[in-house]
């Protein structure tokens, strides 16, 4: 059974770069898209990105410069960089399989952006 | 950006009993929603996508329906485990969610 498992600090300082990496147990990693989402304290879900089997990416747009998602296959993992957060930005990040309707989650991470 | 709009915010019913949750978008999506359901401090659920197909290993109690701009997901008798928050997700334009809603069981 695949399981997904979120890694990094979980305190930022702000202006500074959040880094987070999501590791996959079990086979077959190089056959799925995989997604990167997040949720601010007591808020909604909001999409940061996705990434293709074949290491191509796509970003939310009112995030784009901001965030880097990218692949490392040979350590069945992939990460999240996020530039120049703000308070803005702290939440509980979750990585997921799949680009569409994701459709199994890692257990999430709170990452809280203060200095 | 396509908004999601979710109601009830809140949804207090008995077990046993049918609940009917909405979600609108504000410009159609086709069949490209999907219903998750998540309960405290847990991860999101996937349960239903592309409208109407249910996600592997989710009860026949959950359904979906629905194309274009009005959606719509059934628990056709509630019981004691539901209570959760519900959000709908699209993926015709980006992805968005709605802004979810709670169903309570009394």
């Known amino acids: 059974q695949m399981l997904l498992r979120e890694s990094g600090p979980g305190l930022v300082k702000p202006s500074e770069t959040l880094s987070l990496t999501c590791v996959v147990s079990?086979?077959?990693?190089?056959?799925?898209?995989w997604s990167w989402i997040r949720q601010p304290p007591r808020k909604g879900l909001e999409s940061i990105g996705y990434?293709?089997?074949?290491?191509?990416?796509t970003n939310n747009p009112s995030l784009n410069s901001r965030v880097t998602i990218s692949l490392d296959t040979s350590k069945n993992q992939f990460s999240l960089k996020l530039t120049s957060v703000t308070a803005a930005d702290t939440a509980v990040y979750y990585c997921?399989?799949?680009?569409?309707?994701?459709?199994?989650w890692g257990q999430g991470i709170l990452v809280t952006v203060s200095s | 950006e396509i908004v999601l709009t979710q109601f009830p915010a809140t949804l207090s019913l008995s077990p046993g009993e049918r609940a009917t949750l909405s979600c609108r978008a504000s410009?159609?999506?086709?069949?490209?929603l999907a219903w998750y359901q998540q309960k405290p401090g847990q991860a999101p659920r996937l349960l239903i996508y592309?409208?109407?197909s249910r996600a592997t290993g989710i009860p026949a109690r959950f359904s979906g329906s629905g194309s274009g701009t009005d959606f719509t997901l059934t628990i056709s008798s509630l019981e004691p485990e539901d209570s959760a928050v519900y959000y709908c997700?699209?993926?015709?334009?980006?992805?968005?969610f709605g802004q979810g809603t709670k169903v309570e069981i009394k």
């Open positions: 997921a399989r799949g680009a569409g309707s994701p459709d199994l």
């Open positions: 079990g086979d077959s990693f190089r056959r799925y898209d």
């Open positions: 990434l293709s089997s074949t290491g191509s990416s």
């Open positions: 410009q159609s999506v086709g069949t490209y």
């Open positions: 592309n409208a109407y």
């Open positions: 997700h699209q993926r015709y334009d980006w992805r968005t």
